[in-house]
């Protein structure tokens, strides 16, 4: 299966910006939408942005919108989170994932539970 690993998580203070990177290694890393979820201490997983296969249509939950741009690099195999001003509610461990078991899908998903592949997460920590 394809293996997803992110970076680029860390203490920052409120209103900073931060970028997170994923890695994605394996067969078909191209012909997957890639997603970022987060998980603060003690609650669900929860959708943050995907951006579609194709590189061309994306989706942000609206605690983000404004404020975080997702964008992939298919010749590089990577997927970028792009965070500004920066609240200390977006405190969580973030994961980029793929619907490995639905290669070209239609449509952007946005629920955990339609994704396979997971990253092994990256802590990102917001201080005010």
């Known amino acids: 299966q394809v293996q997803l690993v992110e970076s680029g998580g860390g203490l920052v203070q409120a209103g900073d910006s931060l970028r997170l990177s994923c890695a994605a290694s394996g067969r078909d890393i191209r012909t997957y939408t890639m997603g970022w979820f987060r998980q603060a201490p003690g609650k669900e997983r929860e959708f943050v942005a995907a951006i579609m296969w194709n590189g061309i249509t994306k989706s942000y939950a609206d605690s983000v919108k404004g404020r975080f741009t997702i964008s992939r690099d298919n010749g590089k195999n990577t997927a970028s989170l792009q965070m500004n001003s920066l609240k200390p509610e977006d405190t969580a461990v973030y994961y980029c994932?793929?619907?490995?078991?639905?290669?070209?899908?239609?449509?952007?998903?946005?629920?955990?539970?339609?994704?396979?592949?997971w990253g092994q997460g990256t802590p990102v920590t917001v201080s005010s």
């Open positions: 994932a793929q619907p490995c078991n639905s290669p070209y899908r239609l449509g952007v998903p946005q629920r955990v539970y339609e994704y396979d592949c």
